[in-house]
């Protein structure tokens, strides 16, 4: 089993282009999630999913938009590219709910640079 | 804003010395979980506390959860290289169905 896959795994924009980032996971889990992750700024969470055509807003979600259109694809898209939107993000799923197994299992990342 | 948080950030010790690292909730939680991050890599599930005052161990590592589940620790006895890396807990607050992460604990380690 590959897990969580993140594509692409480097990216350099320039301010005001966009891009979409793909996470897939062949573990059949129902929650997706994606965080950023900053120095000194832990793990931030932009937006998840608990099922297959439904997205949440998490802590950071401007600038970022989700779709969940297949349960093992969650997709995050950059509309208009700012330079604050540095940062390296992650892909993360889990099996059912948080209060059973619960674990997260992250993909590699993906190193985004705005310039 | 921030409703996890943890100290402290950053930890250096000399191999062969103890580490703890605290995590602290501004409200109560339903669980919490401790991931690893190697340097550049992913954070990797170690463990997840659901009781109140729970310990548990994994060879050199114990995780508490406070009586009170507002807080927790992370303690590494005798540390070895190989535990270098960033330190993450996170906290399901009661009804809410996202975790929270602290801002980590950065460990290097002296060998």
């Known amino acids: 089993n590959a897990g969580v896959t993140q594509t692409p795994k480097f990216r350099v924009l320039k301010t005001g282009q966009s891009m979409t980032l793909l996470c897939a996971q062949d573990?059949?889990?129902?929650?997706m999630y994606w965080y950023r992750q900053d120095p000194g700024m832990g793990l931030r969470l932009i937006h998840y999913s608990v099922g297959e055509g439904t997205t949440a807003k998490g802590e950071v979600p401007d600038g970022y938009n989700v779709s969940r259109l297949k349960k093992q694809n969650f997709l995050l898209g950059l509309e208009s590219a700012a330079p604050s939107q540095t940062s390296v993000y992650f892909c993360?799923?889990?099996?059912?709910?948080?209060?059973?197994?619960?674990?997260?299992?992250f993909g590699e990342g993906s190193r985004l640079t705005v310039l | 804003g921030q409703q996890v948080m943890q100290i402290p950030q950053y930890q250096h010790v000399q191999e062969g010395e103890d580490f703890t690292t605290y995590c602290n909730s501004s409200t109560t939680l339903s669980n919490i979980q401790w991931y690893k991050q190697r340097p550049g890599g992913h954070p990797v599930f170690l463990i997840q506390?659901?009781?109140?005052?729970e310990v548990k161990k994994q060879k050199r590592l114990t995780f508490q959860f406070g009586e009170a589940k507002m807080n927790s620790s992370l303690h590494i006895t005798a540390t070895q290289t190989t535990d270098v890396g960033t330190y993450f807990c996170a906290g399901r607050i009661q009804g809410a169905q996202k975790l929270v992460f602290g801002q980590g604990t950065r460990l290097t380690i002296n060998p």
């Open positions: 506390l659901v009781k109140s005052g």
């Open positions: 573990m059949n889990h129902e929650y």
């Open positions: 993360a799923s889990s099996y059912y709910r948080y209060t059973n197994t619960g674990e997260l299992f």
